[in-house]
């Protein structure tokens, strides 16, 4: 069975740096490249970043080009985003997703909150 | 960036009726499109890929359409479980992809 675990949402003052987690489990993990995608409370869906699978390219949304990182350990079968310089609208609940190719998800984590306030 | 816009906002549909949910792209999308379903509390699942071709496990009363710029989602007789918030994804220019603003299921 896929298991995405996302972990490390806290609360945290703005300008503040968090680093998420995503466990693995059930699959191949270097098989598959990764996103994170993230609601804010009351709105929708935002893709936030991108990692292929051997992690030799990265893409970012242009809200958090610069400031956030994502990375990925295939020997720990886990996912990382690397959250700076954090910003009040940074605030949401934050999945980490397994890419089926192309770019749709077809398995999601439950999410991470994070809270910047 | 390509926008994703859904309708309605607010769908309210009786038990055993069809329900019919739009998705309008800003440009072309070809067939790059996927439907999502996230029930309160639970990370969002996967329905359609493809714009049309569902994914595994995925009940056939759910059914994608469309392409180029106008979609739809069918669920073609609704039940109680199908409670949930909906939303399209398009995946064919990126990044960013992009999603839509969602379209709630309400059972009337």
């Known amino acids: 069975e896929v298991r995405l675990v996302e972990s490390g949402g806290v609360v945290v003052q703005p300008g503040g740096s968090l680093r998420l987690s995503c466990a693995a489990s059930g699959y191949i993990f270097g098989d598959y490249a990764m996103h994170w995608v993230r609601q804010a409370p009351g709105k929708g869906l935002e893709w936030v970043s991108m990692?292929?699978?051997?992690?030799?390219?990265?893409y970012y949304a242009d809200s958090v080009k610069g400031r956030f990182t994502i990375s990925r350990d295939n020997s720990r079968n886990s996912l990382y985003l690397q959250m700076n310089s954090l910003r009040t609208e940074d605030t949401a609940l934050y999945y980490c997703?397994?890419?089926?190719?192309?770019?749709?998800?077809?398995?999601w984590g439950q999410g991470t909150l994070v809270t910047v306030s | 960036e390509i926008v994703m816009t859904q309708s309605p906002a607010i769908l309210s549909v009786s038990p055993g009726e069809r329900a019919t949910l739009s998705c309008r792209a800003s440009h072309n999308i070809n067939n790059n499109l996927a439907w999502y379903q996230r029930k309160p509390g639970q990370a969002p699942r996967l329905l359609i890929f493809?714009?049309?071709t569902r994914a595994t496990g995925i009940p056939a009363r759910f059914s994608g359409g469309g392409s180029g710029t106008e979609f739809t989602l069918t669920i073609s007789s609704l039940q109680s479980e199908d409670l949930a918030v909906y939303y399209c994804q398009q995946y064919n220019l990126w990044p960013p992809v992009t999603f839509g603003g969602g379209t709630k299921v309400e059972i009337k």
């Open positions: 493809g714009a049309s």
């Open positions: 997703a397994r890419d089926r190719g192309g770019s749709s998800y077809d398995f």
């Open positions: 990692i292929t699978r051997e992690g030799g390219s990265t």
